[in-house]
């Protein structure tokens, strides 16, 4: 990334097709692979550790968010990636919602201190129900772009 949680255009998908949480976090990892941001090779350590971790209790937030994380992974960088669910998933949030927000966040073993700073910049981002609002609309990745990374700069 170019600065800390600055998200790239090719870091955000605006039409997430999975139907139930597993799937998605399968589509966002192999969307991560093909952009070269994750090893083919650490795929699916992650992916069970995303489902290991989703099963003790989910990572619903409310509102219609989930923020699915995991540090300790064998990556170079914390790699980002922001999902919309048009039809909605449901994650058992404890608002009955479905969620329509994922932002991904994998934190390497290196930054293992600074993951806790990570969720907390992502949660306060998306507490804001109009950036919420607003990344519905959208319609394409460079205008998500400009809204995810103007309320995460001024979340850190």
């Known amino acids: 990334m170019n600065k800390p949680f600055e998200l790239r255009k090719e ?3 605006l039409d997430l097709k999975a139907k ?5 976090f399968e589509e966002m ?8 941001d994750i090893p083919f090779t650490s795929q699916h350590t992650i992916l069970d550790k995303l489902k290991s971790r989703e099963a003790q ?3 619903a937030t409310g509102k ?3 923020i699915p ?6 990556i170079k960088n914390c790699t980002l990636l922001y999902a919309r ?11 009955c919602g479905l969620v329509h927000h994922l932002f991904l966040a994998l934190i390497p073993e290196e930054e293992k201190c600074g993951w806790l700073k990570t969720l ?10 109009k950036l919420r609002e607003s990344l519905m609309s959208v319609d394409d990745s460079c205008e998500a772009q400009v809204y995810l990374n103007e309320k995460l700069s001024n979340s850190t």
């Open 57 to 59: 209790t989910t990572f």
């Open 69 to 74: 994380h995991i540090n300790g992974v064998k």
């Open 64 to 66: 219609n968010i989930a």
């Open 120 to 129: 907390s910049m992502m949660s306060r981002a998306f507490s804001d129900g």
């Open 20 to 24: 139930d949480r597993y799937s998605a």
């Open 85 to 95: 669910s048009n039809d909605g998933i449901d994650f058992g949030s404890c608002d």
């Open 11 to 13: 870091q955000i998908i």
């Open 29 to 36: 990892l192999a969307y991560l692979v093909k952009l070269g």
